[in-house]
């Protein structure tokens, strides 16, 4: 019980303080976006290192002091007695008006979930070790066998479904085992996972198969981090071309602003786009018709891209500036114009073979 | 091949109609709320008899008869490859521009989608069954073996992940093998279900649990109605104790306004609400403290939904008349309060044994 211990260190450093007469203090990594930078080393966006106190004995931080050892004593809880809630079971879980009072130690969820952030810098821990589950998206099949929860499930034979990916994929939960596949694909779309998936596209082409649904949950980018780092496994990531698809890649590849802390973890800076490029609309001969005018807003969050430190690679900023000046996008499924089975059939087998991808 | 016939018929008597000299129509059922009804009788909400003729030699509606005729002919293709797609793929499949002219077969998938929905109704052919994929959601586990596009899958052993339900669960695709199950158990919520395939409640109450992830995908619709109407499973349904939780509900079991004339196939008329009941609070003990308080636009919903024919019933207006007295309302993750396990140990046994369940 690693992470039992972890807490009940915090606790006593605190107690601790308490005996020797001291205004106890936590001492809590700060998460504004003046302590976020871009680690040009290691790829991934991380947490600087400045800090900062969380008095006892300080009007505007009793009440979050409290709360920070309420949630702490919940999760040793969660830990002690192996069972996982939601982020929104532990608000309603720890919420109680305080004997005497009128005060309710918290008042709304938006209260308990930064106190959870907190604990995960401070305490090095995922949320999912600390056995809190949050939202979860994504599907998983391919030339893998897997244990999840003690079930061991072989991902070659999952149907048209799939493996729901659960929010906790952590070592103790999800175990990788026989593993064939040579890479890892991650679509952003679930109608173009199907559309792999019933063509066993991943069976032709030994891999593992997973698509995000949008921008990765927690528990997607984890795995995919693991299968990278664990597994040795090549990561390619496929989107539409536009700039919310290139951003879907650039959390999985670089770690998010919101979830800095959490980059060593969740981030795979390996990760490589194989598309949809813009110029892939040569390459690939595909008709203007499916293209898709850029609206204000596309444009506007285009110019924040190319301004991130981690889009500056000349190949990136070349893709964006084309976007811009074709003035449109393109979808994954327009794909489709060419024949339903074109993706699957010649694009990505064309892309694979050339190692066509941008960084 | 029933299915390509269907189509064929179709196409067939609009070349009759041509070889006559007669000016070639289609008929299709309307699906507007006027021609929309709940029927007692079955307990669904159903359409109406009444239908339109499109023509082709009609100002109006000549474009709309070429797009039916172009996406029947795209559903028999798909139907005699045996492959599947997204209505947006369908979409970009079929666009293009009319040689010799300037006008596009379509322009944006919000003409394609009435389409297919024109189609479904006139040949009484859900779009799943025309190899046409949609948004999916929700997941399984529990007492069943089915097979899925061929792969056996024991729900009894799939982790904490979970079977993702497919977007089409037809029988040629989904089939039921061994199930003990005594019921089927639907939950709103994703985080739910989690808390309660972890504690294994499937395997203690023999039954099959599915969450719905908020308010049900067709396929899980049809999932729900096949577990039902061909193991004759009882169903019950967990939600939230608010206005947005019981339409989930109602949905599953009367079938939706929008998809009226999918009823027969998608609804479960003998679904019973197992709660939350906001009489729940007082039988279970629940602290004030984690209620919620109506907001203008529930208490508006909450209204509506006490119009509704199929919400007639005194149990359900004696349920919506309390909410709005007490002026608010319940999650589920709020039974939390009680004790983490609360509701895997005392609330749904209580309820089950009880049968104390809303029509």
Redesign the interface.
């Known amino acids: 019980m690693k992470r039992v211990k972890k807490i009940e260190r915090l606790a006593k450093k605190v107690l601790e303080q308490i005996r020797q007469m001291e205004n106890p203090f936590i001492e809590i990594p700060i998460r504004t976006l003046k302590n976020i930078e871009y680690d040009e080393k290691t790829g991934r966006i991380i947490l600087k290192g400045e800090k900062g106190k969380r008095y006892f004995l300080r009007v505007g931080q009793a009440r979050k002091f409290m709360q920070t050892l309420l949630v702490a004593a919940k999760v040793k809880e969660?830990l002690k007695?192996d069972?996982?809630?939601?982020i929104?079971?532990?608000?309603?879980?720890l919420?109680?008006?305080i004997p005497g009072t009128r005060e309710?130690t918290f008042d709304e969820q938006n209260e308990s979930d930064p106190i959870i952030e907190d604990l995960e810098v401070t305490l090095n821990m995922l949320r999912e070790e600390m056995h809190l589950?949050c939202?979860?998206k994504g599907?998983a099949a391919g030339n893998i066998t897997?244990?999840?929860?003690?079930?061991?499930?072989d991902l070659r034979?999952?149907?048209?479904?799939?493996?729901?990916?659960?929010?906790?994929v952590e070592k103790d939960?999800?175990k990788f085992k026989e593993c064939e596949a040579e890479f890892v694909l991650v679509v952003e779309k679930?109608?173009v996972w199907?559309?792999l998936n019933?063509?066993k596209f991943w069976k032709k082409h030994n891999c593992i198969l997973i698509t995000t649904k949008g921008q990765a949950a927690r528990g997607c980018r984890r795995l995919i981090h693991r299968l990278h780092h664990e597994l040795k496994l090549p990561v390619y990531v496929l989107t539409d071309a536009d700039p919310w698809g290139m951003y879907i890649y650039s959390v999985i590849k670089r770690g998010s602003i919101n979830l800095a802390y959490l980059s060593e973890k969740l981030a795979t800076p390996d990760a490589k786009f194989i598309g949809l490029s813009i110029f892939d609309v040569d390459k690939f001969g595909i008709?203007k018709?499916?293209t898709i005018k850029l609206k204000e807003i596309d444009k506007k969050r285009i110019a924040e891209l190319m301004n991130y430190e981690w889009f500056k690679h000349k190949r990136w900023q070349k893709e964006f500036k084309e976007m811009l000046r074709r003035g449109y996008k393109l979808?994954l499924?327009?794909?489709?114009?060419k024949?339903?089975?074109f993706i699957s059939d010649v694009y990505l087998p064309t892309k694979l073979k050339e190692g066509d991808f941008l960084p």
């Open positions: 969660l007695e069972v996982s809630i939601s929104r079971d532990l608000y309603y879980a919420k109680r008006t309710n589950t939202d979860r599907y897997i244990v999840d929860a003690g079930d061991e499930l034979r999952m149907g048209a479904g799939g493996w729901g990916i659960p929010s906790n939960r999800v679930d109608a199907q559309r019933e063509d008709s018709n499916v979808e499924e327009a794909l489709s114009n024949g339903i089975r």
